[in-house]
């Protein structure tokens, strides 16, 4: 298993500087959230992605996956029953799947709740519905790409659209590509779900469904930082052979972000050694 830090911890750093940083804490990579970087699909082409890719590397670290999808530009959603702002969303995420193909990442995390939720007066079938009409095409385009495109599964407190990892399951078998998966949010489980982290991926891991895994706490702060544990899921990982990423995604940087973002990571490195 690699360890990632989510990027946008570290944005009060230059992404060198943030490639460094994550490199000394004994990361293997950087998940990226584009906004980080730019603003628009003009900031997202494969030039800038060439540099991104190198700068990492420069650092002996890679651009693990994207996340954060929908932050900018404002506006956007993949909900929305406008045809014409439903297709631009779908173009932007489009965008964002070449710009990860050519940063070197493999995996895309669709979180992006308020984009994805039902408008003022939109019932949530519908909503689903134009989702589902949107990754569908997004799959095609992420298995053209040779990357992986996951749906995350969101609190309730986000958005009332996908809020298990059995929901989301579902709506991957029913576009059915093999490019488009699920994954696990430690906190995002931790608030939604009946069963612990480590049940759930005992049960979705085996069956494919899940593709990528991001490590905080239900309280919002890196893993470790409360009380949702952290090493029972890496014990089922470990049994169960994953090799792919863990990123680690706090929201409130306790007690400041580098603080934060060394203690998440020494957190879950030491968590990893202990089941050695």
Known sequence: MKIALCNEVLRHLPFAGQCERAAALGCAGLELAPFTVGASAADWDDAAAGRLRASAASHGIAISSLHWLLVQPEGLSLASPDPALHARTVALLRRLIGFAAACGAQVLVHGSPRQRSPQPGQSLADALARCTDGWTQLAEAAAAAGVTYCIEPLAPMETPLINTVAQAAALVDCIGSPALRTMLDLSAAAL????????????????????????????????????????????????????????????????????????????VRGALEGLR
Do not use: K, M
């Open 192 to 267: 939604t779900e009946r069963d612990d982290a480590a049940t759930l991926l005992r049960r979705w891991l085996p069956s494919g469904h899940i593709a990528h895994v991001q490590l905080n706490d239900r309280n919002r702060r890196g893993p470790g930082q409360g009380d949702t544990p952290v090493r029972p899921a890496l014990q089922a990982l470990a049994e169960l052979g994953y090799r792919g990423w863990l990123a680690i995604e706090p929201f409130d940087y306790f007690p400041d972000a580098d603080s934060c973002a060394a203690y998440s990571v020494g957190h």
